[in-house]
């Protein structure tokens, strides 16, 4: 029988009040409309983060764009397809809004080839998107011929994408990071003002047919995720809450409760849920009841307090 | 709306060749329309994470069952045919965008190849649902590839209204040891020269679509074709389903299609 907890769930990740730590992985849950079909995500989830949106609509990269790597593992190369701020408003304005009204935090996710152009995709969703909860800032797309992953690749360069898109808005930036040095890196964003980061992104991977000598995805290197990369990201993500005082919102690999849950105490304020969406739709869901199963079993009075409780 | 449905396997018996076919006891086939899929989770290795999209060739709305051809490929089809009766998973569904009925009245013509061919022998369900009257092309790589069970579908059902017409079902092989030697393009020129179409319906390998595409083009003939794609969700949640238009953009095969007007495709 399960019996309702009276564990405090809600967390701030930087700003964004969130009612539970549960978020979603952008680029893996559309734009939380093709899901509504599965569960009402308005009511349900913490937070959503929507697909990268550029200033001006991007036709992302030619098929394949996937491929099932086996050993719990996907490659994608989809290149951050998306249809501009002012067409994803349009499309999107009023479904995100609604799950605002429900208690549901959503966060627009930014992209650019430059610094210039993630200044203009953000000074459009400040104009556009009342909505939005807070921005996230994609400096980690592997996918992308320029931006995204060389963005975030050192320290100077992140720290500038973020110097730039400080000034232009005043709702909470989280800054999505790739998977390389996340401490040095993370310190720099903290300095220049980020309210919270969130990693990892897709690990830079290969996988070739060896009968045709190709590779399976449309270009030669692609990003890998799913369960396989679970272990790297949490030891990403413990490695970067050792080094930083904001908060970070733990992503990577996440399929079930237990999944979630050591995110948590590795030093995550949030999870979010990316590749296991697309296979098992109801996962997230069903890891915002199982979260306050764990922490009730815990005995602790709020999950806040397991945020980084993870003892060497 | 697209949903998580449970289904229990009823039957899943091989065919011939390496195809197999399943039915199944599932509440999708009620809301299902020919032409749309399902994304299916197979179970027993969590190493292959993605579901296995496929088309079906009947749904009972009533008796709430689906019936799936399907060839054996790899990892995910090849435990999809270990499934034994009472087995139980579940499937997402209905997904994406199903055929629609000819534009104008008259008839239409099928042109299936290999494990094409379910989607189109629902097409011709509908049709017939309809009394839009058919003739089909279907062809496979050698005569024992043939799955007979839905040949013998296409020829009997009900003729359409007001039309004594015979049904032509017509069957190729790429290899000649069936019916007329070749694509089943070859075989097209000579219905299309004796019968004004209206529509052309078509599933199978991509060259073929492409190439049945081009001819219906020709002869002023509207298309619908049902194209395939690598799927990580099949409900518009990911963007790696890309189909390239005409006019330079990318469609989802997932949610715009599977099936789109050929004019449409870039092919
Ligand atoms: C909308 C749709 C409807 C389909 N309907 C049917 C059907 O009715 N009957 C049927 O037999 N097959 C159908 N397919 C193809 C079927 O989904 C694939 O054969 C299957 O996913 C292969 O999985 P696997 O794990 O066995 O193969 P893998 O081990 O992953 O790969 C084996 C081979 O199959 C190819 N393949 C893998 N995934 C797909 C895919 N999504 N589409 C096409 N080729 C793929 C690979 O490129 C490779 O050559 C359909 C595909 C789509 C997208
Ligand atoms: C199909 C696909 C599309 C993605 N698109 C984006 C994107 O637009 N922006 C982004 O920051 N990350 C994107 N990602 C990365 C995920 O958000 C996530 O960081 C990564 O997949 C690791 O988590 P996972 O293993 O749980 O999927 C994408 C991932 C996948 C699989
Ligand atoms: S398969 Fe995910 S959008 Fe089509």
Redesign the interface.
């Given at each position: 029988m399960v019996t309702k907890s009276n564990v405090g769930m809600d967390v701030d990740l930087g700003g964004i009040a969130m009612r539970n730590p549960v978020n979603t992985a952008s680029?893996?849950?559309?734009n939380g409309r093709?899901?509504?079909?599965?569960y009402d995500v308005g009511s349900t989830l913490g937070a959503i983060t929507c697909?990268g949106v550029a200033a001006e609509p991007w036709?992302?990269n030619?098929?394949?764009?996937?491929?099932?790597l086996?050993?719990?593992?996907?490659l994608?190369s989809?290149g951050l397809?998306n249809p501009g701020v002012k067409e994803f408003v349009r499309q999107y304005g009023t479904y995100l809004q609604g799950l605002r009204d429900k208690g549901c935090a959503v966060i627009c996710q930014v992209a650019g080839h430059s610094v210039e152009e993630y200044v203009r995709a953000m000074d459009l969703f400040e104009e556009l998107a009342p909505f939005a909860s807070g921005f996230e800032i994609n400096i980690s797309c592997p996918n992308i011929a320029a931006g995204g992953a060389a963005m975030g690749a050192t320290p100077q360069s992140a720290a500038g994408v973020m110097r730039a898109v400080r000034g232009h808005t005043k709702r909470p930036v989280v800054v999505k990071m790739a998977p390389r040095d996340v401490a040095e890196i993370g310190r720099a964003l903290e300095s220049e003002g980020a309210d919270a980061l969130a990693l990892i992104n897709t690990i830079p991977g290969m996988s070739i047919d060896v009968r045709t000598r190709r590779s399976k995805v449309c270009r030669p290197t692609a990003g890998v995720s799913?369960?396989a990369i679970h272990a790297i990201a949490v030891r990403m993500v413990w490695e970067c809450a050792q080094a930083v005082g904001i908060p970070i919102c733990g992503i990577g690999g996440i399929s079930t409760v237990d999944d979630a849950a050591e995110m948590i105490l590795a030093g995550a304020t949030a999870v979010s849920v990316g590749?296991a969406?697309?296979?098992?739709?109801?996962v997230a869901a069903r890891i915002v009841r199982g979260l306050e199963q764990w922490a009730s079993e815990q005995g602790v009075s709020h999950v806040r307090e397991l945020i980084g409780a993870f003892e060497c | 709306m697209t949903s998580e449905h449970p289904f229990e396997v009823l039957t899943n018996a091989h065919v011939t060749k390496d195809i197999w076919c399943m039915t199944c006891h599932t509440p999708v086939a009620a809301q299902i329309e020919p032409g749309q899929f399902v994304n299916i989770a197979v179970p027993g290795d969590a190493s292959h994470i993605l579901r296995i999209p496929l088309s079906f060739s009947a749904a009972d709305a009533q008796r709430q069952t689906l019936e799936l051809v399907y060839a054996v490929v790899g990892e995910g089809t090849s435990r999809l045919s270990a499934m034994r009766p009472g087995e139980v998973s579940t499937m997402v569904g209905p997904c994406g965008r199903g055929w629609w009925l000819p534009k104008k009245s008259g008839r239409a013509l099928l042109v299936a190849g290999g494990v094409g061919l379910p989607p189109v022998v629902a097409c011709a369900r509908m049709l017939a649902r309809s009394g839009v009257g058919f003739d089909a092309i279907v062809g496979s790589q050698t005569s024992d590839r043939h799955v007979e069970f839905l040949l013998d579908e296409l020829r009997n059902m009900p003729p359409e209204q007001g039309c004594d017409c015979a049904r032509k079902v017509v069957v190729t092989t790429d290899d000649g040891t069936r019916g007329i030697h070749g694509f089943p393009t070859d075989a097209m020129a000579g219905l299309m020269a004796d019968h004004p179409y209206v529509q052309v319906y078509t599933c199978g390998p991509l060259g073929l679509m492409g190439g049945v595409a081009r001819i219906a083009r020709k002869r002023n003939v509207a298309c619908q074709t049902s194209l395939e794609r690598m799927m990580g969700c099949g409900f518009g949640a990911c963007s790696c389903c890309n189909v390239e238009l005409v006019s330079g953009e990318y469609a989802l095969c997932c949610k715009d299609g599977p099936v789109f007007d050929a004019e449409e495709v870039a092919w």
């Open positions: 680029g893996t849950f559309g093709q899901f509504e079909g599965f697909k036709k992302g030619p098929v394949p764009r996937i491929a099932e086996g050993g719990s593992a996907i994608n989809v397809q799913g369960p590749t969406n697309l296979y098992d739709p109801t | -």
